[in-house]
């Protein structure tokens, strides 16, 4: 597997390795009798509980280098109390954003691939009452797990016993092989024969409508002059989404989560990432231990042309453009273009500025009504109720 970046001088980040790190195998878990799942908006403190209340660090999830204390403890006399054995699969808001579930929430589901552990029900634990995401019941469903084996729960719940795998992915540190496996079995039960499908593939953000990225029309224009097809993720079944995947050789597309889908590639593709913002900040590392699992060839490429510099991960809009790093990608790989295409895009750079002005204003309005707002917040008794009624006035004031 090959990496070739094509980003300015100051743009660096390490590198990890997945090799360092041994594969797992069906004893690679651990057993709580009378385990309690209990979820908290501290996600560090979101896990499986044992019988006299300390957290199991095992059964926190891990995000780069944290470490956890064994002394975390919490009051679980009051759980409600159900006589399974189940799996524990994780909690928190990440199970339930698709990018953040391919690198994260199915850490541990790889215990599924066991036979051993294959007929238990499995949980999955939410800070609030919410419908589970559509796309973890057809993952699970793909695993073998029917529906009414999936428990969710939103509050403190003692099992007769939880089984807890080990955490497979940490985004930032690692994925190990038996997660490859993992898309494979998933895309074999899910990859459709009757949809159409491409060699090269370029998805894209632009039916996102979410008022965060301008400028990849004219990107997308190059791309699909030399042959790729232009893709909306979100328009398309998951189904699809992984058809499609699982077929390509060459994927494109910014920085994201849609990126992600190259987890159901075969071995001997390509990826190629565009930097849509200008910091150090980026989803590279996760990009490039995705491509280093599944034997794929990844090529970074900076396509910023914001003038407000952004994080990865931010509500500020940005943009990008046909920069001279793309156009020097373009030239090694012979990608066919004329002048027309490298004109400056003057409507999208205007709709860009309209979008960070209607930003900063709304910054700055939700900075004169934060203190109202946490006074009135305070009628709610505990912490999570503090935070409904925040979040519930500040969509009412639409910031």
Not at 19 to 24: F, G, R
Request: net charge positive; charged share 25%; hydrophobic share 35%.
């Amino acid at each position: 597997m090959s990496f070739t970046s094509y980003v300015p001088d100051n743009i660096t980040f390490k590198a990890q390795n997945n090799t360092e790190y041994k594969d797992l195998n069906s004893d690679d878990v651990i057993s709580v009798d009378n385990g309690t799942v209990y979820i908290v908006d501290n996600y560090k403190e979101s896990g499986v509980y044992d019988s006299n209340g300390f957290l199991c660090p095992e059964s926190v999830l891990l995000r780069g280098e944290q470490s956890y204390s064994e002394t975390v403890h919490k009051n679980i006399s009051d759980a409600k109390f159900i006589d399974e054995t189940v799996l524990y699969l994780g909690s928190g808001y990440l199970m339930m954003h698709f990018g953040h579930f391919l690198v994260e929430g199915i850490a541990r589901s790889w215990a599924l691939l066991c036979p051993k552990y294959k007929k238990l029900k499995v949980v999955i634990a939410y800070a609030e009452k919410h419908e589970l995401p559509g796309f973890i019941r057809q993952f699970l469903n793909a695993l073998g797990v029917d529906d009414e084996n999936i428990i969710v729960v939103c509050e403190k719940t003692k099992f007769h016993r939880v089984i807890i795998p080990s955490q497979a992915i940490n985004s930032n540190i690692y994925m190990m092989p038996i997660i490859k496996k993992l898309f494979d079995c998933i895309a074999g039960s899910l990859v459709d024969k009757k949809y159409e499908t491409y060699d090269k593939i370029y998805l894209s953000r632009g039916a996102m409508n979410d008022g965060r990225t301008f400028g990849e029309k004219q990107i997308e224009s190059i791309f699909k002059k030399n042959g790729y097809e232009i893709i909306y993720p979100e328009k398309l079944p998951l189904n699809q989404q992984i058809t499609l995947a699982v077929n390509c050789k060459d994927m494109a597309g910014t920085a994201g989560s849609a990126l992600h889908l190259a987890l159901f590639m075969k071995p001997g593709g390509r990826v190629i990432q565009i930097k849509r913002n200008s910091t150090n900040s980026d989803n590279i590392n996760t990009q490039k231990l995705i491509c280093d699992l599944c034997g794929l060839d990844l090529v970074w490429v900076y396509g910023s042309i914001e003038t407000v510099s952004t994080e990865h991960f931010t509500q500020v809009p940005q943009i990008v453009g046909v920069t001279p790093h793309l156009i020097k990608f373009f030239d090694d790989n012979n990608f066919k273009y004329d002048e027309s295409d490298l004109k400056i895009d003057e409507s999208e750079i205007a709709r860009y500025k309209k979008q960070l002005h209607k930003y900063k204003t709304r910054k700055l309005f939700k900075k004169i009504v934060n203190v109202p707002v946490r006074l009135v917040s305070l009628i709610g008794i505990t912490k999570h109720g503090r935070r409904i009624i925040r979040e519930y006035l500040y969509k009412k004031f639409n910031v």
